[in-house]
């Protein structure tokens, strides 16, 4: 089944301790995506990946990193989580220039206490 | 910038009712495509509807229509024969010809009761 895998689901910690989400894709996408879900706010972006090791900010970067050392992985690391990172996490992949190509994983609910 | 905006954060119908849920965007460009995004309280990501920039005609998915206006930069979404089932949030998004990039509005919750 084509699919976009994110784990974990649901995620508490503390402030300041190093975590990473992982995004796994099996579709060949180019093109994969993190964002963001915030009440009153919408979906934002937070890094996005053309291919591999293309990897650039998108509108809500500061305070996490990404790698794309593989086709199908775009992990997403909060070096040291703050509690306004509390979020609903989604990782999404499109073949490039598809117009209704994107899949989205069922995404990660995160609390920093 | 482009930008997205809902400016009805939550809307209620009956079921067996019809529905409609507004959108606007900002755009200097001009090929360009917009999508109504259903989020459940699954969380899942459902594509509703497309609808591409250059096409006058507006788009319809079974009980799913829009109202396309370019000059005015509005994409509305029109539910018919409201169900049980289309209770969820509602996201609007933007996405340039040129770009992989989507652009979401802020969401509109719909409630449907019976």
């Known amino acids: 089944e084509a699919q976009v895998t994110q784990n974990p689901r649901y995620l508490i910690t503390v402030t300041g301790k190093k975590l990473t989400v992982t995004c796994s894709q099996n579709m060949n996408h180019e093109y994969m995506s993190w964002y963001r879900q915030d009440p009153g706010l919408g979906l934002r972006q937070i890094y996005y990946s053309m291919n591999v090791e293309v990897t650039d900010k998108g509108d809500v970067p500061e305070g996490y990193k990404v790698s794309r050392k593989e086709k199908r992985n775009f992990p997403l690391i909060l070096e040291s989580p703050s509690p306004n990172q509390t979020s609903l996490y989604f990782c999404a992949s499109t073949p490039r220039g598809a117009v209704d190509g994107y899949t989205f994983g069922s995404g990660t609910r995160l609390t920093v206490v | 910038a482009q930008t997205v905006t809902q400016s009805q954060p939550e809307m209620s119908v009956q079921e067996a009712e019809t529905v409609t849920l507004s959108c606007t965007y900002d755009?200097?460009?001009?090929?360009?495509?917009l999508f109504w995004y259903k989020q459940p309280p699954s969380r899942q990501m459902i594509l509703v509807i497309r609808q591409e920039a250059y096409k006058q005609q507006n788009a319809t998915e079974n009980r799913f229509s829009v109202n396309f206006q370019k000059a005015a930069k509005s994409f509305s979404l029109k539910i018919s024969d409201s169900q049980l089932g289309d209770a969820a949030m509602y996201f609007c998004a933007y996405r340039a010809y040129n770009t992989d990039k989507l652009i979401f509005g802020t969401g509109t919750r719909l409630q449907v009761f019976p």
């Open positions: 755009t200097s460009e001009s090929d360009y495509y």
